[in-house]
Nanobody, 118 residues
Framework: QVQLAESGGGLVQAGGSLRLSCVAS????????MGWYRQFPGKQRELVAT???????NYSDSAKGRFTISRDNALNTVYLHMDRLKVEDTAVYYCSADRYGSIQPWYWGEGTLVNVSS
C-alpha cells in the first residue's frame, strides 16, 4: 500500500513556470517507478513522464523540451518542473507509483489542478 500526496498546483500565466511535488509513504518498495499523468475534462488520463529509482526518465511528446521530471529518494519525493506553460497545459495532474512501470500504475494521488491563464 502506497499513499501519494501532490502539491504545487495553482494558477499561472501562460509562459510561466510551475513545480509540482509528490511525496510517497507506505510501501516504498512499490515506488521503483514514479510518474506524472494529466487529465483534461472529458478525456482519458494521459502519461506526462516517468522516472525510475536510479534516474532513468521517459517523456511524452507533449512534455519533451518543456517539462523535467526528477526525484529525491531520501525524501521519497518526485517532482515535475514545467516551463513555458501554455493554456492547453491546463489539467488535473496526478502522481503515480508502481514496482515495474506498468501501463496501469498501481497507485495514484488525488491530483492537483494546474490552471494556465492567457
Amino acid at each position: 500500500q502506497v499513499q501519494l500526496a501532490e502539491s504545487g498546483g495553482g494558477l499561472v500565466q501562460a509562459g510561466g513556470s510551475l513545480r509540482l511535488s509528490c511525496v510517497a509513504s507506505g510501501s516504498i518498495l512499490s515506488t521503483n517507478v514514479m510518474g506524472w499523468y494529466r487529465q483534461f475534462p472529458g478525456k482519458q488520463r494521459e502519461l506526462v513522464a516517468t522516472i525510475t529509482k536510479i534516474g532513468d526518465t521517459n517523456y511524452s511528446d507533449s512534455a519533451k523540451g518543456r517539462f523535467t521530471i526528477s526525484r529525491d529518494n531520501a525524501l521519497n519525493t518526485v517532482y515535475l518542473h514545467m516551463d513555458r506553460l501554455k493554456v492547453e497545459d491546463t489539467a488535473v495532474y496526478y502522481c503515480s507509483a508502481d514496482r515495474y512501470g506498468s501501463i496501469q500504475p498501481w497507485y495514484w494521488g488525488e491530483g492537483t489542478l494546474v490552471n494556465v491563464s492567457s
